[in-house]
T-cell receptor
Framework: AQSVTQLDSQVPVFEEAPVELRCNYS??????LFWYVQYPNQGLQLLLK??????LVKGINGFEAEFNKSQTSFHLRKPSVHISDTAEYFC????????????FGAGTRLFVKA | DTGVSQNPRHKITKRGQNVTFRCDPI?????LYWYRQTLGQGPEFLTY????????KSRLLSDRFSAERPKGSFSTLEIQRTEQGDSAMYLC????????????FGSGTRLTVV
């Protein structure tokens, strides 16, 4: 079975500062990794995904994430955040073969302050 | 392509009543998923359809819950004899075949059982 641990439940940061949201996963098989963002009263939106190849993946809104197989991590980063980035961020994992459902972490609330 | 549509957006019901939610996926997506999200938690998998076939149900889905996807198009999720613990956001998502594409989520139906 797969599991996802998001190491911070809340991350406050000032506008234009860099941010890192941490995610560790556990799986006995190879997986695909995702980050989703959820704005208030909305569904989740796909930010970026790692399937294979380069371990640094870029997504929408200036976010990027780095896959580290040895540390089983997939941390999300942004060099300079905006007020509009305030949202809940979810790390997620899916088996890359024979799987069909995605397992989500508990989420990290990013709060950007002026 | 109008995205994944969920109705109603909000539902308040008295304990013991039955409720039904509807999800209209993206037309070319043959996979449809239901998730439940409670406050401060990530989405939890409930059930999954490939076309009209329901391929897996989570143990979270008690016998009071039933889901259908007639003709492989829209889906309904029914909760019978609602309990206060059923209060949550119910999210629907759809995807094309394959594990690497990620999900497109609807905005969810927020259920409050009073």
């Amino acid at each position: 079975a797969q599991s996802v641990t998001q190491l911070d439940s809340q991350v406050p940061v000032f506008e234009e500062a860099p941010v890192e949201l941490r995610c560790n996963y556990s799986s006995s098989v190879s997986v695909y990794l995702f980050w989703y963002v959820q704005y208030p009263n909305q569904g989740l939106q796909l930010l970026l995904k790692y399937l294979s190849g380069s371990t640094l993946v870029k997504g929408i809104n200036g976010f990027e994430a780095e896959f580290n197989k040895s540390q089983t991590s997939f941390h999300l980063r942004k060099p300079s955040v905006h007020i509009s980035d305030t949202a809940e961020y979810f790390c997620a994992v899916t088996k890359n073969t024979g799987g069909f459902k995605t397992i989500f972490g508990a989420g990290t609330r990013l709060f950007v302050k002026a | 392509d109008t995205g994944v549509s969920q109705n109603p957006r909000h539902k308040i019901t008295k304990r013991g009543q039955n409720v039904t939610f509807r999800c209209d996926p993206i037309s070319e997506h043959n996979r449809l998923y239901w998730y439940r999200q409670t406050l401060g938690q990530g989405p939890e998998f409930l059930t999954y359809f490939q076309n009209e076939a329901q391929l897996e149900k989570s143990r979270l889905l008690s016998d009071r819950f039933s889901a259908e996807r007639p003709k492989g198009s829209f889906s309904t999720l029914e909760i019978q004899r609602t309990e206060q613990g059923d209060s949550a956001m119910y999210l629907c998502a759809s995807s094309v075949p394959g594990q690497g594409y990620g999900y497109t989520f609807g905005s969810g139906t927020r259920l409050t059982v009073v």
